[in-house]
């Protein structure tokens, strides 16, 4: 079965700061995998997604990821944060043999300094 | 607005009571999820539907669990006798044809708090 592991469970950068949120999935097969962000009352909006082909993959709002086979992670960084980044992250794995469901990690909580 | 949509937003019941969600897919999505978000936790899958038929169903958390799409639109999910530990966040997703490739768009949520 497939598992997602996000060990940081809050972080807190300060405003203009690099960031790098940390994300380990197993999974038996190619994993695609997912960065969705939430802020509160909102639901889930995506930020990347990675399928195949290059391992650096770009998303909205200035993020990226990289996919690290050797290592089974999934990293979501950012070079500058912003205030409004302030939110729960959570990193996902997909299971094209049980129709696609989202296997998600416990999200990690970002607070921004300003 | 052409996102996914849940109705209500909060729900607030009895124990014992049962309770109703609706979700609404964004128009021409085929593929319809369920997930469940209790606090400080990522989502959790319960079930999916491909058109009307409901493909995956073992993850539902009980018997008191039941979810139908009947047209192959919206999607109903169903509480029977709700009890305290089924307060939770209640997530629907929606995406194009279920494939690999295809993005889950997730609606806002309904809350439910059970006294």
């Known amino acids: 079965a497939q598992s997602v592991t996000q060990p940081d469970i809050h972080i807190t950068v300060s405003e203009g700061a690099s960031l790098e949120l940390r994300c380990n999935y197993s999974?038996?097969?190619?994993?695609?995998l997912f960065w969705y962000v939430q802020s509160p009352g909102q639901g889930l909006q995506l930020l990347l997604k990675y399928f195949s082909g290059d391992t650096l993959v770009q998303g909205i709002k200035g993020f990226e990821a990289e996919f690290k086979r050797s290592q089974s992670s999934f990293n979501l960084r950012k070079p500058s944060v912003h205030w409004s980044d302030a939110a729960e992250y959570f990193c996902?794995?997909?299971?094209?043999?049980?129709?696609?469901?989202?296997?998600f990690g416990g999200g990690t909580r970002l607070m921004v300094k300003p | 607005d052409t996102g996914v949509s849940q109705d209500p937003r909060h729900k607030i019941t009895k124990r014992g009571q049962n309770v109703t969600f609706r979700c609404d897919p964004i128009s021409e999505h085929n593929r319809l999820y369920w997930y469940r978000q209790t606090l400080g936790q990522g989502p959790e899958f319960l079930t999916y539907f491909q058109n009307e038929a409901q493909l995956e169903k073992s993850r539902l958390l009980s018997d008191r669990f039941s979810a139908e799409r009947p047209k192959g639109s919206f999607s109903t999910l169903e509480i029977q006798r709700t009890e305290q530990g089924d307060s939770a966040m209640y997530l629907c997703?929606?995406?194009?044809?279920?494939?690999?490739?295809?993005?889950?768009?997730f609606g806002p949520g309904t809350r439910l708090t059970v006294l």
């Open positions: 997703a929606s995406s194009l044809r279920g494939g690999r490739t295809d993005t889950q768009y």
């Open positions: 996902a794995v997909g299971a094209e043999n049980a129709g696609n469901m989202l296997t």
């Open positions: 999974y038996g097969a190619t994993p695609y």
